[in-house]
Structures are given as C-alpha cells and as structure tokens.
T-cell receptor, first 109, second 115 residues
C-alpha cells in the first residue's frame, strides 16, 4: 500500500542552527500537508502544498514540494526553543490522510 | 469557538474492560477520524467516517469499534479484544470539499492507560 516515509526520526540542534526534515511518498501525491505537534499537545495544521515544485514560506519555515510530487521538505532557519516538537508530513491516499512517522525536533538553548 | 472536544482527557482501565472515548465537533465537518499515537511513533488510523451511519476501517481497527449516528459525534470504543490499548488517542475532523478540504483539525486527545 501507499507509504509516506519521513527522516530523520530525531534531530537535536543548538538554538540558532538550521533544521530540515524530509518526506517521501511511494506514490505521486495530489497535495502534501505539514503538521506540528508540541510536546504533550495535538497536531496542528501548518500548511498544504499542491503544485509541483511549489515553495511556501511562513516566517522562518520554508516548505517545498518536489517536481515529481513524491517528496517534500520543511526547513527551519535559525531554530528557536519555540520550534520544539514533532513535525509530520501527510499525503492523501484511498480517501484518507497517510502520515509520515514524524521528526522530533529538540532545541538546546 | 468551533473545535473538537475529546473526553475524558485521561482514563484508566482495568484489563478486560471496554471503554468509550467521546469525540464531538461543532465545525460542521463531514468527515471524522480516530488515530492512535504511541510514544515516539507517528499517527496510525483506526477508523474514519465520511458520512453519518457509515464508517471504514483504518490500518489498525482490530479491537476497536465506532459509531456515527450524528454528524457531530464519533465515539470510539476500545474493547477488551485490543491487546495493547495503552496509548494516546486523537480524534480529528475535516471538510471533504471546498477550501480546506481534507485538512485535519485535531482534538486535544485522550490518554488511556490500562492497569
């Protein structure tokens, strides 16, 4: 069946360093979504990418959707302690949303 | 404010007991979902429903049951047949069409511990 893989599983950075998480789908996606889950919280929708090669920015966060619409990335510039949490990508498949395993980001002040 | 309400937030259960987790939404969303999250793991789909009185199994439906008698409500029952029920359970909802289609809004979650 369709799979969405995400790497790395964990990332520890010093505050101010950059961070990137990568998402790969086994099939072409019509769109890809990104969510953030703070420790002890629930996932919150960040953004949706639809077009091939699309790049969107939210302040220090940059989201990319690959040309083949099978991969995506989230890059955070100059991480802050408020960026701590788990970042999930998700793509539609079979009438439901399939989530990657998530990347847990920890930031050392 | 519109949103999803899950209850209870914390629940303790003895082995062999069934337990029902409540999920109510006032977003007028068509679809509702139940996910299970284990420590350090992603979200695994248990059941989902796109319309009242209809629902489909997700990837890990064994040992769980649901009902969708009202658009606003999608309760999940964790039965005694679920061999490892201790987990964090998340309910979500989404529109199926229009702006924001298939974007999930999550509840705050219910943490179930089996003693």
């Amino acid at each position: 069946g369709q799979q969405v893989m995400q790497i790395p599983q964990y990332q520890h950075v010093q505050e101010g360093e950059d961070f990137t998480t990568y998402c790969n789908s086994s099939t072409t996606l019509s769109n890809i979504q990104w969510y953030k889950q703070r420790p002890g919280g629930h996932p919150v929708f960040l953004i949706q990418l639809v077009k091939s090669g699309e790049v969107k920015k939210q302040k220090r966060l940059t989201f990319q959707f690959g040309e083949a619409k099978k991969n995506s990335s989230l890059h955070i510039t100059a991480t802050q302690t408020t960026d701590v949490g788990t970042y999930f990508c998700a793509g539609p498949g079979g009438g439901k949303l399939i989530f990657g395993q998530g990347t847990e980001l920890s930031v050392k002040p | 404010d519109g949103g999803i309400t899950q209850s209870p937030k914390y629940l303790f259960r003895k082995e062999g007991q069934n337990v029902t987790l409540s999920c109510e939404q006032n977003l007028n969303h068509d679809a509702m979902y139940w996910y299970r999250q284990d420590p350090g793991q992603g979200l695994r789909l248990i059941y989902y429903s796109q319309i009242v009185n209809d629902f489909q199994k997700g990837d890990i439906a064994e040992g769980y049951s649901v009902s969708r008698e009202k658009k606003e409500s999608f309760p999940l029952t964790v039965t005694s047949a679920q061999k490892n029920p201790t987990a964090f359970y998340l309910c979500a909802s989404s529109q199926l069409a229009g702006v924001g289609a298939n974007v999930l809004t999550f509840g705050a979650g219910s943490r179930l511990t089996v003693l």
